[in-house]
């Protein structure tokens, strides 16, 4: 499990003086960047081989507040990947500086090809980094099916 500590700023919060929605995500993406920049993931090699990290989806489940004043830690795993590492899924959960669980977030992404704006695989040395991270206990492949549990479509208003 990759951990990584955060402060909770005053620019983190919202009108009810805890910490906002939009914080939970940005310390979320914070954490994936970081995770991926060790893995060899940073913005120069992302630009040479012309990928992205795109988010289907974070689902994220608050169980308490949380308050400025005192760190958090935010984690992440590895939950799922296809077997092209097109697909990921990957789980984050937030703690108190007492290590009391107070979010959880299931989030689902894949990578796209800048350049097509299509969605493909990883080559064999960023696929290779991730065959040798530590996977999550209950760790799947992925498939096209697992992306769509939660399929919407858009509705036009014309």
């Given amino acids: 499990m990759y ?5 909770i700023r005053w620019s ?6 805890h910490l906002a929605n939009s ?3 940005n310390f979320m993406s914070h954490t994936r960047m970081a995770f991926l920049m060790e893995l060899g993931f940073n913005q120069k090699t992302m630009a040479e081989h012309e990928i992205g990290p795109v988010v289907f989806y974070e689902h994220v ?3 308490k507040e949380a308050f400025p004043g005192k760190p958090v830690k935010v984690s992440m795993e590895v939950k799922g990947m296809s ?13 108190d500086h007492k290590g009391r669980n107070f979010a959880h977030c299931e989030m689902m992404g894949a990578w796209v090809n ?3 704006r299509s969605l493909t695989g990883l080559n064999d040395v960023f696929l290779d980094a991730f065959n040798n991270i530590e996977k999550a206990e209950d ?5 096209k099916e697992h992306t769509r549990k939660f399929t919407k479509v858009p509705k036009d208003l014309v």
């Fill in 3 to 7: 951990l990584k500590d955060f402060e």
């Fill in 12 to 17: 983190d919060t919202d009108a009810n003086r």
């Fill in 23 to 25: 914080a939970y995500l």
């Fill in 61 to 63: 489940y608050y169980f």
């Fill in 83 to 95: 077997e092209d590492g097109m697909f990921f899924e990957f789980h984050h959960n937030f703690y």
């Fill in 114 to 116: 800048l350049k097509t």
């Fill in 139 to 143: 760790f799947k492949v992925l498939t």
